[in-house]
């Protein structure tokens, strides 16, 4: 295996914490939290207290102050698990990144600290049923009222949606301007007007509370706008590129993580007289897939290295993205197999990984919208 270099030893204790943290707080409550659709709130208050949650809020507003790379292994780990649920990374990497660089102080200090505690869980409530990855065509409406804004519409596959306290709401501010209508409004979810509607049954992705959302003359002050009015578009671009690594980064662990298991298992399984492993298929199959994996991730942790630069390109993310999400269906797809039966039963993660794979292609934009985002570059236009 070649070596990483990004992860200095502080990380790494960190690592071990979580490791830790998902072994005695998440795994025994894994599959109750699946039957039931959602995770119960007692596990953010704990997280919170483990400090897994908003590690680079700056220390003023509760957090640890600490660099992306403790996200890192947040998001690595709940891979390595098969873990999907809570919504840790919705949380911590595309709600409070939000508030931290676009809200007013008087937000950032009212709500910061009780994100990075737990006691508030944040989601983003971006697509609408008529709008996925095109956002410029969202049509959830705020309309100004004096020193208010007043917000109706619906939005749809909210992960965090049935426990969330606060969103980060897309609107259109102007109908006529396209992208350059898009506004951003940190609601909370006591407002009144604001309902929630189903909690979505999904293929994958069992235990994570997906929603539909839906606002009636929901009433909230001017100064809950993040951002300037018409620059919501031109913020959601430009949080992207951390949304696409964050996919990134759990896939290529999830991509690792399908092939060990396989090697263990062709190690014990018996067929024909001799074990899965000795069959010319298996190493080669499994080989190839460690090759790959190791390609996927040098290109994750240089990214990981920009990112932390400042200097990421959204379009280098999107390849990142494109790139490890492809692989972890194929892996664990082609993991899958080696199984046989006991693959398709759900009391082996293999199947759970498999499940809850797919998604990847479609979240944090399609892979056909990755491949428009690279080509644009390539052949000219605006990236995304």
């Given at each position: 295996?070649?070596?990483?270099t990004?992860?200095?030893?502080?990380?790494?204790?960190?690592?071990?914490s979580?490791?830790r943290?998902?072994?005695?707080e998440?795994?025994p409550?894994?599959e109750?939290?699946e039957?039931?659709?959602q995770v119960?709130?007692?596990?953010?208050?704990?997280?919170?207290e483990?400090?897994?949650?908003?590690?680079?809020?700056?220390?003023e507003?509760g957090?640890l102050?600490a660099?992306?790379?403790?996200h890192?292994v947040?998001?690595?780990?709940?891979?390595?698990?098969?873990?999907?649920?809570?919504g840790?990374?919705?949380?911590?990497?595309?709600?409070?990144?939000?508030?931290?660089s676009?809200?007013?102080e008087?937000?950032?200090?009212k709500?910061?600290?009780?994100?990075?505690?737990g006691?508030?869980?944040g989601?983003?409530a971006?697509?609408?049923?008529?709008?996925?990855?095109?956002?410029?065509?969202?049509?959830?409406?705020?309309r100004?009222?004096?020193?208010?804004?007043?917000?109706?519409?619906q939005?749809v596959?909210i992960?965090?949606?049935?426990?969330?306290?606060l969103?980060?709401?897309a609107?259109?501010?102007?109908?006529?301007?396209?992208?350059?209508g898009?506004?951003?409004f940190?609601?909370?979810t006591?407002t009144?007007g604001?309902?929630?509607?189903?909690?979505?049954?999904?293929?994958g992705?069992?235990?994570?509370?997906?929603?539909?959302?839906?606002?009636?003359?929901v009433?909230?002050?001017?100064?809950?706008?993040?951002?300037?009015?018409?620059?919501?578009?031109k913020?959601l671009?430009?949080?992207?590129?951390?949304?696409r690594?964050?996919?990134?980064i759990?896939?290529s662990?999830n991509?690792e993580t399908?092939v060990?298991?396989?090697?263990?298992?062709?190690k014990?399984?018996?067929?024909f007289?001799?074990?899965?492993?000795?069959?010319?298929?298996?190493?080669?199959?499994?080989?190839e897939?460690?090759?790959?994996?190791?390609a996927c991730?040098a290109?994750?942790?240089r990214?990981?290295?920009?990112?932390m630069e400042g200097t990421?390109?959204?379009?280098?993310a999107?390849?990142?993205?494109?790139?490890?999400?492809?692989?972890h269906?194929?892996?664990?797809?082609?993991?899958?197999?080696?199984f046989?039966?006991?693959?398709?039963?759900?009391?082996?993660?293999?199947?759970?990984?498999?499940?809850?794979?797919?998604?990847?292609?479609i979240?944090?934009?399609?892979?056909?919208?990755m491949?428009?985002?690279?080509?644009?570059?390539?052949?000219?236009?605006?990236a995304?």
């Amino acid at each position: 295996m070649i070596p990483r270099t990004i992860f200095s030893e502080e990380h790494e204790i960190f690592r071990d914490s979580v490791r830790r943290f998902i072994e005695q707080e998440i795994l025994p409550k894994n599959e109750q939290w699946e039957d039931e659709g959602q995770v119960d709130r007692e596990i953010w208050l704990k997280a919170g207290e483990a400090g897994l949650l908003c590690c680079d809020v700056p220390e003023e507003y509760g957090g640890l102050g600490a660099d992306f790379l403790f996200h890192a292994v947040v998001i690595e780990e709940l891979a390595r698990a098969a873990i999907t649920a809570p919504g840790f990374v919705v949380h911590s990497d595309m709600v409070t990144p939000y508030l931290v660089s676009l809200a007013s102080e008087e937000l950032k200090r009212k709500w910061l600290p009780e994100m990075v505690a737990g006691r508030a869980i944040g989601a983003v409530a971006m697509s609408e049923p008529g709008a996925g990855s095109d956002l410029a065509a969202i049509r959830t409406f705020a309309r100004r009222e004096g020193d208010d804004y007043v917000i109706s519409g619906q939005k749809v596959w909210i992960s965090n949606g049935q426990l969330a306290d606060l969103l980060v709401l897309a609107c259109k501010t102007d109908k006529d301007a396209g992208a350059h209508g898009v506004s951003l409004f940190l609601v909370p979810t006591d407002t009144p007007g604001f309902r929630r509607g189903r909690k979505l049954k999904k293929i994958g992705l069992k235990g994570q509370d997906t929603s539909e959302l839906f606002f009636d003359e929901v009433r909230v002050p001017a100064s809950n706008m993040l951002g300037d009015e018409g620059q919501g578009f031109k913020a959601l671009m430009s949080k992207l590129a951390r949304e696409r690594m964050t996919q990134a980064i759990r896939s290529s662990i999830n991509a690792e993580t399908a092939v060990e298991w396989a090697v263990e298992y062709t190690k014990e399984r018996k067929a024909f007289g001799k074990t899965v492993s000795d069959f010319q298929n298996t190493r080669f199959k499994l080989a190839e897939l460690a090759t790959r994996n190791a390609a996927c991730r040098a290109l994750v942790d240089r990214c990981i290295e920009l990112y932390m630069e400042g200097t990421l390109d959204p379009v280098d993310a999107a390849m990142a993205k494109l790139h490890a999400t492809d692989l972890h269906f194929e892996a664990v797809n082609e993991c899958l197999q080696f199984f046989g039966g006991y693959g398709y039963t759900y009391e082996y993660p293999i199947s759970r990984a498999f499940i809850d794979a797919r998604v990847t292609r479609i979240t944090g934009g399609t892979a056909e919208i990755m491949k428009q985002i690279i080509s644009e570059r390539m052949f000219g236009g605006k990236a995304r």
